[in-house]
């Protein structure tokens, strides 16, 4: 006799579960082709570039002639249709990575233009549109705007007039939502975008922040002409396994640019030590396709169960999914640190601790977070976190397995809505 994990539930919530497994079965069923198609794809690039043991060997210095290294970028630039990448530990964030291809492309005068509204709140920093701190884009001169979204959509008639200046050098496209109220942004929301930038202004560099999007569909913005674009490796591309870094792809010339502002002109991505990294790299990405279809088979959990209960959730569960983030509208503070504080209390690490709304730098409003994971800030590992502002939405995202994330949501919903 198999023990039901549900066995201890509140009846009404088990039997909510139970119509839930069965409502949602199909679109499951749909991740896992999606997986497998991914999943092929790294394979078939693993065998074509003929990874072997000693491509896993780190260097150490400056880390010249690293073979595992260059091949690793290969793969990562075969595997996004692109000329070339930069992949690499040094890089602390996704947002360090966004950092560096920005100010690469950028110099005194010349506009960073949004195509997807205000970016989100990290990125303001790097702008100077918030926090005020040294070295940002604005006390370089270099200007910013925006063209803000229209009913969560991309306004393409103002879009036109605005992308008429021409001192506009760099456009950008966000793809997940940060911590805006809106929906991310679909592939083929994406491929109309890119379409209308290259009509509009083929001259201008177009920039995607691809954090969370990574094999969350078979197709990437850079299949249809972005031409240069960032993510984390510990999101998605590092499945949990990789400790540290980020990632750049896109066309050679300023995959070249990003490497000497990452490092120095002359040595560019010639230098970059790997360290301990490559074989988690390496493991990471190989595992991408799978550990992403887990977190997003959790997401698609999370929001069914938490729309029975009632809950705003975007997107629905039976919505396209473009990234491994799952919103839910509480409307007032508390239910949302408490649905928070039991994530955390279902989490692998620091279970016992209580999250606490508190200032993070880089953040304009008191942030709650849960994040009992195995690397510290890891996306693609369930977590979740969000402003306490109005609606009081919180942003759930990753799992290491959909196992984890199925207990863990239930458990809050449980926590918060059964318990007093």
């Known amino acids: 006799m198999i023990l039901s994990w549900k ?34 794809r790294v394979l078939d690039l693993f065998r074509k570039h003929k990874v072997a043991e000693e491509d896993l060997v780190p260097s150490t210095g400056y880390g010249y002639d690293d073979m595992g290294r260059d091949k690793l970028e290969a793969i990562y630039a075969d595997y996004f249709k692109v000329d070339d990448a930069l992949v690499r530990p040094q890089f602390t ?34 702008i100077g549109l918030t926090g005020n701190k040294p ?22 008639e103002q879009a036109r007039k605005d992308l008429e200046d021409k001192s506009i050098k760099v456009v950008g496209i966000q793809r997940s939502l940060g911590y805006a109220v809106r929906d991310s942004f679909i592939m083929e929301k994406v ?23 990574e094999f969350s569909e078979t197709e ?16 998605n591309a590092g499945a949990g396994i990789v400790k540290g870094g980020a990632f750049l792809v896109g066309r050679k010339d300023l995959i070249e640019g990003a490497g000497s502002r990452l490092n120095v002109p002359g040595a560019g991505k010639g230098e970059g030590a790997t360290w301990g990294y490559l074989r988690d790299m390496y493991q990471g990405f190989f595992m991408a396709p799978h550990t992403t279809g887990e977190a997003i088979k959790g997401m698609i959990y999370a929001a069914a169960l938490c729309e029975e209960m009632g809950m705003n959730v975007s997107p629905k569960w039976d919505a396209p999914r473009t990234d491994i983030v799952q919103t839910v509208n ?36 008191n942030v709650v977070m849960a994040s009992g994971s195995f690397t510290e800030g890891s996306t693609i590992e369930l977590s979740c976190d969000g402003p306490i502002r109005p609606p009081y939405r919180l942003y759930i995202q990753g799992g290491l397995s959909y196992a984890h994330d199925k207990i863990a949501i239930t458990r809050a919903v449980e926590d918060t809505f059964y318990k007093k």
Not at 23 to 37: G, T
């Open 220 to 235: 990437e913005p850079t299949f249809y002409g972005a031409d240069i674009m960032a993510g984390s490796l510990f999101k």
């Open 330 to 365: 509480f409307g007032d503070p508390d239910p949302m640190i408490k649905f928070c504080a039991a994530i955390q209390h279902y989490s692998a690490l620091n279970s016992f601790v209580d999250p606490i709304p508190y200032h993070q730098d880089g953040y304009e409003d």
């Open 7 to 40: 066995s201890n539930l509140p009846e009404d919530l088990k039997a909510k579960v139970t119509k839930v497994e069965k409502m949602i079965q199909p679109r499951l069923e749909e991740i896992d082709e999606q997986v497998l198609y991914n999943q092929q």
């Open 135 to 156: 070295g940002n884009m604005k006390e370089w001169g270099i200007n910013f705007k925006a063209t803000e979204l229209k009913d969560g959509e991309v306004d393409y």
């Open 191 to 213: 491929k109309k975008m890119l379409a209308f930038v290259k009509e509009v202004r083929p001259d201008v560099n177009i920039f995607i922040d691809n954090c969370y999007g």
């Open 93 to 126: 964030s996704g947002t360090h990575a966004i950092t560096v291809a920005l100010f690469s492309m950028l110099r005194p005068g010349d506009t960073l233009y949004y195509l997807t509204g205000t970016p989100y709140d990290t990125i303001q920093e790097v």
